[in-house]
């Protein structure tokens, strides 16, 4: 792709090299290695050609050919108010999200966070983002979790308070992945608690990288309401059509 758009590459570093600041490597389009936009690890064509998402169910952000609500979303309403996915799960966002869940790569995050924030400021803002939480013993595994790596600069990029031990994982679930929908309904069933102490809002968001049959939203949003909260919609950064 051609690298021509951006005129901003900065020219001479002041300074020694040998210990070049952790920026100096966020100058390079991590999808084509071009010259990245200014603030961005994206080089414009990149940027536009990402998977945004289109017209899309507001239920459950299955694609659609306008927007509105799928049959299925008709017939059986989901625990969910709302649900916005920023891009379909394809190409480069089906690299750069494993890239941030299993290879630490947090200037992924970082390029997926600002596409988020960008998108979802335009959406009526809750009053606190929940992310969904991994099981304690896969976050000792794998010592982070993608969810709230992407939950927090989110929160704090629209100035949302974020609730990051709302809920938690109640016992190990299998990886939902390997399973089938009604396999993953079982998984799921009283998988999630919420924190009694704290008092929750009306109107929650829940956070998570990638939506794929909506079972672990749900299972999340269920307990949410049987706690009290009125309205919960789900931001997630890719949707598996
Ligand atoms: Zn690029
Ligand atoms: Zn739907």
């Known amino acids: 792709m051609a690298g021509t758009v951006n005129q901003s590459f900065p ?18 389009c991590m999808v084509c290695g071009e010259p990245a936009a200014r603030g961005r690890d994206l080089c414009i064509p990149c940027h536009i050609a990402l998977p945004w998402q289109g017209p899309a169910c507001r239920r459950c952000a299955l694609p659609l050919p306008q927007p509105g609500e799928c049959g299925h979303c008709l017939q059986s309403p989901p625990p969910l108010g709302e649900v916005h996915a920023v891009f379909d799960y394809a190409f480069p966002v089906d690299r750069l999200l494993p890239r941030l869940k299993f290879h630490r790569d947090f200037a992924a995050g970082r390029v997926l966070t600002q596409c988020m924030a960008d998108r979802m400021a335009a959406l009526p803002l809750p009053d606190a983002v929940i992310p969904i939480p991994l099981h304690r013993a896969r976050l000792r595994g ?100």
């Open 11 to 28: 020219g001479k570093v002041d300074g020694c090299l040998a210990a070049p600041a952790p920026w100096l490597f966020a100058l390079r």
């Open 142 to 241: 794998r010592g982070y979790d993608q969810a709230l790596e992407l939950a927090r600069p989110l929160a704090r990029a629209l100035g949302i308070p974020l609730l990051e031990h709302a809920l938690a994982r109640r016992k190990t679930t299998r990886a939902q992945s390997r399973l089938d929908a009604n396999a993953r309904q079982r998984n799921l069933r009283d998988a999630f608690h919420v924190d009694a102490k704290r008092p929750l809002p009306a109107h929650v968001v829940l956070v998570d990288d990638v939506m794929t049959t909506g079972a672990t939203l749900h299972a999340a949003a269920r307990v949410l309401h049987q706690a009290g909260v009125q309205r919960i919609d789900g931001w997630v950064c890719a949707r598996v059509a």
